[in-house]
């Protein structure tokens, strides 16, 4: 099966005359719609400078088109499902029925919920330095021993959520997590994909857009989004 973005590109493409705006920051993109809806995508220290007109001709190879296509896709895709409640993964998922966890991404705060708990983790980031964290070589022998894995939605942009996702075992439960998700159920075609952990912003969200303008990240937004899960029905 095709990568998430190219898959999506290839069915729905991208609509310039829907893009109100794309905000480039430091530690995020954010493309508005005319509509009024926010997606955005974590850039990981990419630096992305791009205007509406650069994306006449989406370059899959190219990592700045990449994330800005995670971000409009995010904008699209989020605001169509119905929600029922704002939940955390920690309080979704009941953890401690696996017993191998593998963490794709260090989500620090998270990571402490499962310390606190006394559940095991093993932790890959390739961005990140942290005595907690796995050394890398190891990470695909751990993902195919898993019962359970956390990923962040920032391996779609910079795809390696594939591979990943493919090298699990059968009865492997995979969720992704970040406000970089792109939640749509078309990400259930993807192998064990349970659940889709991701956010949504009030339309129009002016606060949002220039805290993304002035460099800011998850934790200075945190306030204005909301915490929302999909399910593979």
């Not at 893009?19 to 955005?40: D, F, R, S, T």
């Not at 075609?189 to 969200?205: A, H, M, Q, T, W």
């Amino acid at each position: 099966m095709q990568e998430p973005l190219e898959f999506l590109f290839d069915k729905h493409g991208i609509d310039l005359q829907n893009i109100k705006h794309i905000v480039c920051g430091e530690k995020y993109v954010a493309v508005i719609l005319k509509n009024g809806n926010i997606g955005v995508c974590a850039t990981l220290n990419n630096f992305v400078n791009i205007e509406i007109r650069d994306m006449r001709f989406p370059d899959l190879k190219n990592l700045q088109h990449r994330i800005v296509l995670n971000a409009y896709y995010n904008a699209l895709f989020n605001y169509e499902n119905s929600y029922d409640t704002t939940v955390d993964i920690f309080e979704k998922i009941n953890f401690s029925q696996y017993k191998n966890i593998v963490m794709i991404g260090f989500f620090r705060s998270l990571s402490e919920k499962f310390r606190n708990e006394g559940i095991q983790l093993t932790i890959f980031d390739k961005s990140d330095q942290d005595s907690i964290l796995t050394d890398m070589n190891e990470q695909i022998v751990k993902v195919s021993q898993a019962d359970a894995i956390i990923i962040t939605s920032t391996s779609v942009f910079n795809n390696t959520f594939i591979e990943l996702v493919n090298a699990t075992k059968d009865n492997c439960d995979i969720f992704t997590l970040g406000p970089s998700t792109i939640m749509s159920n078309e990400m259930f075609n993807y192998r064990n994909v349970k659940l889709l952990f991701g956010s949504i912003f009030e339309p129009n969200d002016i606060l949002t857009l220039k805290i993304i303008q002035g460099g800011g990240g998850t934790k200075q937004f945190m306030p204005y989004m909301k915490k929302v899960f999909l399910q593979n029905k």
